[in-house]
């Protein structure tokens, strides 16, 4: 199994896990603890956790910590992928969104770019790409590192 960081464009990171050979270890001891949709779930928990640390960086880079901006960053899985392939990608979403005490807002992803790069009136405030910057390379021993622990935690509780 090896992961790839790879640019999703400007403005976002994608990390894809690739060659789940069936002899491969994790994915045999995965494979012989939980269902198809159980292994799943587990992938996603565990690939949403280490990305964490880059999606909060991420907001807290962004212009206005308290504005709408800060609060759309989002890790979602990514589809239609080649097969033996799973990615997420880390980066800005548009959208409804559930804030403080269940109250709901738009979230900003669309304006992102103008923040990051900025616009004939106001100055570029980069936050994203050195985001991705600093935690790229982190984000591999973070899922090695998340799957292990999960991989563990099964191999106790049997």
């Known amino acids: 199994m090896s992961i790839n960081v790879g640019k999703g464009g400007r403005f976002r990171s994608n990390f894809t896990l690739t060659g789940f050979e ?3 270890p994790g994915p045999a001891t995965l494979r012989a603890m939980l269902s198809l949709k159980d292994r799943m779930g587990a992938l996603n928990k565990i690939m949403r956790r280490a990305l964490e640390p880059m999606r909060r960086d991420m907001g807290s880079r962004a212009p206005v910590d308290t ?3 800060s609060e759309s960053f989002r890790v979602r899985r990514l589809r239609r992928l080649p097969r033996n392939t799973l990615g997420w990608r880390v980066g800005a ?3 409804e969104g559930v804030g403080v005490g269940g ?4 979230l900003a992803g669309w ?3 103008f923040a990051e790069l900025g616009t004939d009136h106001h100055e570029a405030s980069p936050h994203v790409q050195p985001a991705i910057r600093a935690n790229a390379a982190r984000v591999e021993v973070n899922i090695r590192s998340e799957f292990f622990n999960f991989v563990d935690g099964l191999l106790r509780s049997e």
């Open 103 to 106: 109250l709901g807002f738009q």
């Open 93 to 95: 979403v548009s959208g």
């Open 67 to 69: 504005g709408a901006l």
């Open 111 to 113: 304006r992102d770019h």
């Open 22 to 24: 069936r002899n491969d």
